[in-house]
C-alpha cells in the first residue's frame, strides 16, 4: 500500500511551465519506481514520465523534451517539470508506481493542469 498527494497543477498559458510534486509514502518496493499519469477527459490514462530505482527515466514521446521527471529519495518526493505546455497536456495528472504488482484500485486525488491557447 503507497500514500501519494499530487500538487502543483493550475492554469497556465501555452509555452509556460509548472512543476508538479508528489508525496510518496508506504511500500517502499512500489515507491521505488514511480511515475506521473494522466487522464484527460473522455480519454483513458496514461503514463507520461517515469523513474526507476537507479534514476532511469522514461518519457512518453509527446512529453520527450519538454517534460523532466525527478526525484528526491530523502524527502520522498517525486517532481515532473513541465515546459513548454501546450493545449493537448491539459489533464489531471497522478503520480503512482510504475510497477505493475503495485498498481491496484488506489489512486491519488490527482492536481489539475489547464493550458489554455
Known amino acids: 500500500q503507497v500514500q501519494l498527494v499530487e500538487s502543483g497543477g493550475g492554469l497556465v498559458q501555452a509555452g509556460g511551465s509548472l512543476r508538479l510534486s508528489c508525496a510518496t509514502s508506504g511500500d517502499t518496493i512500489c515507491i521505488s519506481a514511480m511515475g506521473w499519469y494522466r487522464q484527460a477527459p473522455g480519454k483513458e490514462r496514461e503514463l507520461v514520465a517515469g523513474?526507476?530505482?537507479?534514476?532511469?527515466?522514461y518519457y512518453e514521446d509527446s512529453v520527450k523534451g519538454r517534460f523532466t521527471v525527478s526525484r528526491d529519495r530523502a524527502e520522498n518526493m517525486v517532481y515532473l517539470q513541465m515546459n513548454s505546455l501546450k493545449p493537448e497536456d491539459t489533464a489531471v495528472y497522478y503520480c503512482?508506481?510504475?510497477?505493475?504488482?503495485?498498481?491496484?484500485?488506489?489512486w491519488g486525488q490527482g492536481t489539475q493542469v489547464t493550458v489554455s491557447s
Open positions: 503512482n508506481s510504475i510497477l505493475p504488482s503495485c498498481l491496484g484500485d488506489y
Open positions: 523513474i526507476t530505482s537507479t534514476g532511469s527515466t
